[in-house]
Nanobody, 123 residues
Framework: QVQLAESGGGLVQAGGSLRLSCAAS????????MGWFRQAPGKEREFVSA????????TYADSVKGRFTISRDNVKNTVFLQMNSLKPEDTAVYYC????????????????WGQGTQVTVSS
């Protein structure tokens, strides 16, 4: 089992940047593909980005491609989401998740979740 804890959320103006972190503890972090998801009020949880166990491959939702960058540090057991050029529509609770299998975009296939961190982008 792996425990996840997100940090780095906050309030930012449109066009600004934030860097989210997700610290993992418990099982071997490098055994897990990691994903970032978000959920806005009244909306379905949606995929943002994911990264393979080694960090060699990443994938992004079209809505964030070119603005967000996912990375991981398997020594520090942490996955990051660098968010640039933020837009009001990026406002949501952001969750990191772990999956002990191949990288995936479907949130229901991830077995471990953090508590989430709020990101609010003002216009």
């Amino acid at each position: 089992q792996v425990q996840l804890a997100e940090s780095g959320g906050g309030l930012v103006q449109a066009g600004g940047s934030l860097r989210l972190s997700c610290a993992a503890s418990g099982r071997t972090f490098s055994d897990y593909a990691m994903g970032w998801f978000r959920q806005a009020p009244g909306k379905e949880r949606e995929f943002v980005s994911a990264i393979t166990q080694t960090g060699a491959y990443t994938t992004y939702a079209d809505s964030v491609k070119g603005r967000f960058t996912i990375s991981r540090d398997n020594v520090k057991n942490t996955v990051f989401l660098q968010m640039n050029s933020l837009k009001p529509e990026d406002t949501a609770v952001y969750y990191c998740a772990a999956r002990a299998s191949k990288i995936a975009t479907a949130w229901r296939t991830y077995g471990y979740w953090g508590q989430g961190t709020q990101v609010t982008v003002s216009s």
